[in-house]
């Protein structure tokens, strides 16, 4: 079967849709980045869409702000949209089905880096391009081998300093300013996934001389910028310290430079500690390391795919394959 045979069919229900932001929930705009990288990494082919009829008024409108958006993020930097796609309304179907021409690239596409980029302006984290990720992991870097070392609380002001301010996040899981946590896993949890802290150490571990995450919240005194958080009720601070440790270095994993001999585990990246505020109440600090390679939250490294034959019985089918990591590299540094 040769590469015009690779065709897939997405319907777009409006349960996937966000009808206020007018765009693709989550788990819809994987489906459909991992088609279309499928596609593209696997020479060319087609992607049929179908809008169900009662998300917008307007199809064209469903097509226009849902899935063009998508197809912009299957592009490299270079890229303009004409070089990867091509796309119009199949006839006898109301304009409800849409045939994306799926176009062959240069490059590997990537659905998913994994890891992010630092935007220091506003203390938030971006999605990384493989443009960036490629000289971290495949050209020779000049890259400090400090360890990572807590600040404390003097730092916090600093020019490096990062700060995650727990009550300005949508997922906010306190019912009051002071009302404690219910278990020390609740509050790691929130740390952890709330807050994205693994996304926060990747961006930082890219950093020449890496630095200094602090977790608290918005201050009500003029003259400090954070407070500390609430501690659980009957938690101890070691243990938290411990457990939020052990669960931060399940989130990441580290791959080296190709000209570096250093290999690092998740827990030579980063230090944790928690310094006290107050009664019951913290700010959390995560000193993280510079890094020679990449600091991924995926332990398969980023997420590509490519389409293959399978068979069961005397059928056969076509299906997406996620690449582990070793094979991203083949492809990414070829």
Same mark, same amino acid.
């Given at each position: 079967?040769?590469?015009?045979?690779?065709?897939?069919?997405?319907?777009?229900?409006?349960?996937?849709?966000?009808?206020?932001?007018?765009?693709?929930?989550?788990?819809?705009?994987?489906?459909?980045?991992?088609?279309?990288?499928?596609?593209?990494?696997?020479?060319?082919?087609?992607?049929?869409?179908?809008?169900?009829?009662?998300?917008?008024? /307007?199809?064209?409108?469903?097509? @226009?702000?849902?899935? =063009?958006? +998508?197809?912009? *993020?299957?592009?490299?930097?270079?890229?303009? #949209?004409?070089?990867?796609?091509?796309?119009?309304?199949?006839?006898?179907?109301?304009?409800?089905?849409?045939?994306?021409?799926?176009?062959?690239?240069?490059?590997?596409?990537?659905?998913?880096?994994?890891?992010?980029?630092?935007?220091?302006?506003?203390?938030?984290?971006?999605?990384?391009?493989?443009?960036?990720?490629?000289?971290?992991?495949?050209?020779?870097?000049?890259?400090?081998?400090?360890?990572?070392?807590?600040?404390?609380?003097?730092?916090?002001?600093?020019?490096?300093?990062?700060?995650?301010?727990?009550?300005?996040?949508?997922?906010?899981?306190?019912?009051?300013?002071?009302?404690?946590?219910?278990?020390?896993?609740?509050?790691?949890?929130?740390?952890?996934?709330?807050?994205?802290?693994?996304?926060?150490?990747? /961006?930082?571990?890219?950093?020449? @001389?890496?630095?200094? =995450?602090? +977790?608290?919240? *918005?201050?009500?005194?003029?003259?400090?910028? #954070?407070?500390?958080?609430?501690?659980?009720?009957?938690?101890?601070?070691?243990?938290?310290?411990?457990?939020?440790?052990?669960?931060?270095?399940?989130?990441?994993?580290?791959?080296?430079?190709?000209?570096?001999?250093?290999?690092?585990?998740?827990?030579?990246?980063?230090?944790?500690?928690?310094?006290?505020?107050?009664?019951?109440?913290?700010?959390?600090?995560?000193?993280?390391?510079?890094?020679?390679?990449?600091?991924?939250?995926?332990?398969?490294?980023?997420?590509?795919?490519?389409?293959?034959?399978?068979?069961?019985?005397?059928?056969?089918?076509?299906?997406?394959?996620?690449?582990?990591?070793?094979?991203?590299?083949?492809?990414?540094?070829?």
């Amino acid at each position: 079967m040769g590469t015009e045979d690779n065709v897939f069919f997405i319907h777009l229900h409006r349960r996937q849709v966000d009808i206020i932001k007018r765009g693709m929930k989550p788990s819809a705009e994987y489906q459909f980045k991992k088609a279309l990288s499928s596609l593209r990494n696997s020479g060319r082919g087609a992607l049929f869409v179908h809008a169900c009829q009662d998300i917008f008024r /307007s199809v064209t409108n469903v097509f @226009q702000s849902t899935v =063009v958006p +998508v197809l912009d *993020t299957m592009l490299t930097d270079d890229e303009t #949209m004409s070089d990867g796609f091509s796309w119009h309304p199949v006839e006898n179907e109301g304009g409800r089905v849409h045939k994306i021409d799926v176009l062959p690239s240069d490059t590997f596409i990537t659905v998913d880096l994994k890891t992010k980029l630092l935007c220091w302006c506003r203390d938030k984290h971006l999605s990384a391009s493989f443009e960036k990720i490629r000289p971290l992991l495949f050209s020779k870097r000049n890259v400090s081998t400090t360890e990572p070392t807590v600040q404390r609380l003097t730092h916090m002001n600093h020019v490096d300093a990062v700060k995650i301010y727990v009550d300005r996040i949508d997922k906010h899981v306190l019912l009051s300013r002071d009302a404690p946590y219910r278990s020390v896993s609740a509050w790691v949890n929130h740390i952890i996934n709330d807050c994205s802290l693994p996304e926060y150490v990747t /961006s930082i571990s890219k950093r020449k @001389q890496g630095g200094s =995450v602090y +977790v608290g919240r *918005t201050s009500t005194d003029s003259k400090v910028d #954070m407070d500390g958080i609430p501690f659980p009720k009957q938690g101890r601070k070691d243990e938290m310290q411990s457990m939020l440790a052990e669960e931060l270095q399940k989130e990441i994993f580290v791959f080296k430079n190709r000209y570096s001999d250093i290999v690092l585990n998740p827990k030579d990246v980063f230090q944790i500690e928690i310094h006290d505020t107050g009664t019951n109440t913290g700010i959390i600090e995560v000193a993280v390391r510079p890094v020679d390679g990449c600091v991924f939250t995926d332990a398969l490294g980023p997420v590509s795919f490519r389409i293959e034959n399978k068979s069961m019985g005397e059928n056969h089918y076509k299906t997406c394959v996620r690449l582990p990591f070793d094979e991203w590299v083949e492809m990414a540094s070829g």
